[in-house]
Nanobody, 124 residues
């Protein structure tokens, strides 16, 4: 099995920065991604990175503000968040795929392993 554990969440004022981490343990995982869900809203794709780390995908909603990366051992995923806005307030979950072919996908169904989530709160 695979365990994903997020850390680094917290509260910050608008314009501030946070870095989320997600440590993967157990079986090997390949593509990884971040999703978020705000109260009363559907889950939203935030960023994804391929197994090699060569390909990353950020949707327009976070492009230029958030950056996904992973360590050389490919066991820790990061999300650097800058210029945070109140609309970024959500529970952020990391996800991992068991297939190397997943690539930097925004499709949640491609990811079979999920973390418990980390709360990020941005105040105005």
């Amino acid at each position: 099995q695979v365990q994903l554990v997020e850390s680094g969440g917290g509260s910050v004022q608008a314009g501030g920065s946070l870095r989320l981490s997600c440590a993967a343990s157990g079986r090997a995982v390949y593509s990884m991604a971040w999703f978020r869900q705000a109260p009363g809203k559907e889950r939203e794709f935030v960023a994804a990175i391929s197994w090699s780390g060569d390909t990353a995908y950020h949707p327009d909603s976070v492009k230029g503000r958030f950056t996904i990366s992973k360590d050389d051992a490919k066991t820790t995923l990061y999300l650097q968040m800058t210029s945070l806005e109140p609309s970024d307030t959500a529970v952020y979950c990391c996800a991992a795929s068991a297939r190397i072919a997943t690539g930097a996908s925004d499709d949640a169904s491609q990811y079979i392993y999920w973390g418990q989530g980390a709360q990020v709160t941005v105040s105005s």
